[in-house]
């Protein structure tokens, strides 16, 4: 995953100056059909009419790499979501900061019915 550039420029500031940087207290997992972009200008899957909603996470770190400690679910889809390409994390349930983003290693059409997981352990945001 790589950091937004919001969360780039929260780092640096805690790393390198004196001035203090509101860390969020929670996360929470979204879903794009088109890239987010370091400046979170994809398009989020859209909750109107498809039970879509961002889901919450947690966190553990390991070394250099922090990823969720447990599995995500989101809610059966009422409605097609069109094809998820990328997922984000987010300081907030809706609006908010992006922290962080990926590509999926692979896109998923998502459906009526269907159900999106993520395994415990599939985030993964690696500082190099």
Do not use: C
Not at 69 to 88: L, Q
Not at 114 to 119: A, G
């Amino acid at each position: 995953m790589s950091f937004s550039n919001t969360y780039e420029t929260n780092v640096l500031t805690w790393a390198f100056t004196a001035t203090s940087v509101t860390r969020p207290t929670a996360w929470y997992i979204a879903l794009f059909t088109t890239d987010p972009a370091e400046d979170a200008s994809g398009t989020e899957v859209s909750a109107s009419g498809t039970a879509y909603a961002r889901q919450s996470a947690s966190f553990t770190v390991s070394g250099n790499t922090a990823s969720n400690s447990a599995a995500i679910e989101f809610p059966t889809a009422t409605a097609t979501y069109g094809t998820v390409t990328h997922v984000g994390v987010y300081d907030a349930l809706t609006g908010g900061n992006l922290i962080a983003y990926a590509a999926l290693t692979t896109s998923k059409a998502i459906d009526t019915g269907d159900v999106l997981r993520l395994p415990l352990g599939e985030l993964n945001v690696t500082l190099d």
